[in-house]
């Protein structure tokens, strides 16, 4: 039975049964945010302990390790985790888990979770993070692939209806459920039950609109490849990311995430994201609407200066979150902020 609705209520019970399901999972606990999701996970380790983060990954997640859990005794370094031989040697006796996300926010680089998870495992009580909240339970199951742990901001595509703010953890170990759920229940960073009751409803409709994601993102990075006043596209799902293959292999399909430098400086991005009509200039992704917006000085600007330059996030750097509209809507919009732009 229930006995408190912070500790358990039938609406968070059937949100969480639902998720372990899409995630090949025994077990799923929801959180209030994708935030308090990380904050849960991080509570299983102690003062001393060290954690080895992606170096390219979203700016909350950046700015919790380094403002917040560094305070509280935790040692976090950065280190490229798409490079294994950077990742075996980063690894410590003291080293607890390794946090990676993929495809990375903002330059959507991939990383091989099963070469990963194989590196990770060599070692002793080290857990392996998955942040699959770009990907969505259907085109990635990072437990599948050896991942200990698989987490999402469902505020993004798992929800997909930007109406909820919410975390999801999946797990199939009995011993780290336990724990997660004895800090769920202690931290009490946990959803409403009317939030986990429109997350539902949100799942429901989460293969149509993955599919629709991938095939209009599809369309915008080509159209974006193949346009003079663009330098340069990152999308996984274009042959010319530098991780197609990978791609192809551990994912079914792509999200509506697309990545591209525009030619010229900050006054050209900022004149093309001003002049967007469909697009609304806002944070957040994963949502039905499409969504752009300027990482150097919206999402990723609590990143360090010089570690956004090394990695990549310049101030030409555009995200772009490709909703469910028309097509031709979408390509006329870019057609017409790059014209007035460049």
């Given at each position: ?19 372990a399901a899409l995630d090949g999972a025994k077990y799923c606990l929801a959180y209030a945010s994708g935030l308090a999701a990380t904050l849960n996970i991080t509570h299983l380790l102690k003062a001393g ?54 495809p990375t926010n903002p330059t959507l680089k991939v990383i091989d979770i099963q070469a990963c998870a194989d590196v990770v495992h060599k070692h002793k009580d080290v857990l392996l993070v998955v942040d ?126 697309v990545t591209f430098y525009i030619k010229g400086n900050l006054k050209h991005a900022a004149t093309f994201l001003k002049n967007l009509k469909v697009f609304a200039l806002a944070e957040s992704l994963g ?56």
């Open positions: 039975g229930y006995e408190y609705s912070r500790s358990g209520n039938p609406t968070r019970n059937c949100l969480e049964k639902a998720v302990d060290m954690i080895i983060c992606m170096d390219d990954v979203y700016g909350g997640t950046n700015r919790y390790f380094r403002k917040v859990a560094m305070k509280m005794g935790l040692n976090v370094v950065f280190v490229d985790c798409a490079k294994m031989e950077c990742l075996e040697a980063a690894i410590t006796p003291e080293t607890k888990l390794v946090w990676i996300e993929t699959n909240t770009f990907m969505s339970a259907y085109f990635q199951r990072p437990l599948s692939l050896g991942a200990d742990i698989c987490m999402y901001s469902a505020t993004k595509y798992m929800n997909g209806h930007s109406d909820v703010v919410m975390g999801l953890v999946s797990v199939n170990c009995d011993d780290l459920y336990e724990r997660l759920k004895f800090l769920q229940n202690s931290l009490g960073a946990v959803p409403s039950a009317f939030d986990c009751y429109l997350c539902n409803r949100g799942l429901k409709t989460l293969q149509i609109r993955m599919k629709q994601h991938f095939h209009n993102a599809l369309a915008v990075a080509r159209f974006l490849e193949s346009d003079s006043r663009v330098e340069k596209v990152i999308f996984p799902g274009l042959p010319s990311h530098p991780q197609h293959e990978l791609i192809k292999r551990q994912c079914t399909g792509c999200p509506g995430m949502g039905y609407e499409s969504l752009a917006e300027h990482p150097a000085i919206m999402t990723h600007s609590s990143v360090p200066k010089e570690d956004r330059e090394a990695l990549g996030i310049s101030d030409t750097l555009v995200r772009l979150s490709v909703g469910l509209e028309d097509e031709e809507d979408l390509l006329e919009d870019l057609d017409q902020a790059l014209k007035a732009a460049v």
